[in-house]
C-alpha cells in the first residue's frame, strides 16, 4: 500500500527546538506527518515496536539525555528493519569531530540548526524533497554537510 505522505520523525531533547520544526512543517506545503520524541530512549522504543510506521526521514539531534543521537545512529544502523530510513543528522553542533563521526556511523546528512523560521523551512523542505536513493548511492563528505 502506498502511502500519501511522508512519515517524519524528530529525537531532539529540546521543546522549543521540537515546536519550531512541527511548526515548520505546518508551514510546508507538503503531504507529511510529523512525530516527535524528547529523547534517544523515547525514540528507540517506538521504532523497536512490532507495528511501529518507520519514518521515510529521521532527524536525530545529537546532545540528549539517557541516550545521545550517536548511540541511536549506532543502534538503528546495526539493524536491518531500519536499512530505509534516510538519517538526517540535526544538531547546534558544527564540530568536524561530530559531522566526520556521523558520517563515518552511516547518516546520510548534517545539518546544522538554523536559528531562523524561513532558513528552517527552506531547509526542511530541500531534505525533504532529495531522492534518497539517488542521495544515499552518491554519498561523500562534501555532500553530506548541508550548507545553508
Known amino acids: 500500500m502506498q502511502k500519501e505522505y511522508i512519515h517524519i520523525v524528530l529525537a531532539d531533547d529540546d521543546e522549543d527546538d521540537r ?16 512525530q516527535t520524541y524528547n529523547d ?10 512490532e507495528d511501529a510506521i518507520l519514518p521515510n ?3 536525530l539531534d545529537l546532545n540528549m539525555p539517557r541516550k545521545s543521537g550517536i548511540e ?3 543502534e538503528i544502523k546495526s539493524n536491518s528493519k531500519f536499512d530505509n530510513i534516510a538519517i538526517a543528522i540535526y544538531s547546534t553542533s558544527s564540530s568536524e569531530e561530530h559531522i566526520e ?13 538554523p536559528n531562523d523560521f524561513n532558513a ?8 525533504i524533497t532529495i531522492n534518497w536513493q539517488y542521495h544515499t548511492s552518491g554519498l561523500n563528505k562534501e555532500n553530506f554537510l548541508l550548507r545553508m
Open 120 to 127: 528552517l523551512k527552506k531547509v526542511l523542505s530541500d531534505v
Open 57 to 59: 526521514v529521521l532527524f
Open 19 to 34: 515546536l519550531f520544526f512541527t511548526d515548520a512543517f505546518s508551514e510546508l506545503k507538503m503531504s507529511t506527518k510529523v
Open 40 to 49: 534517544g530512549v523515547a525514540l528507540m522504543d517506538y521504532l523497536n515496536q
Open 101 to 113: 563521526e556521523t558520517f563515518v556511523l552511516g547518516a546520510n546528512i548534517y545539518i546544522k540548526k
Open 72 to 74: 541511536c545512529l549506532q
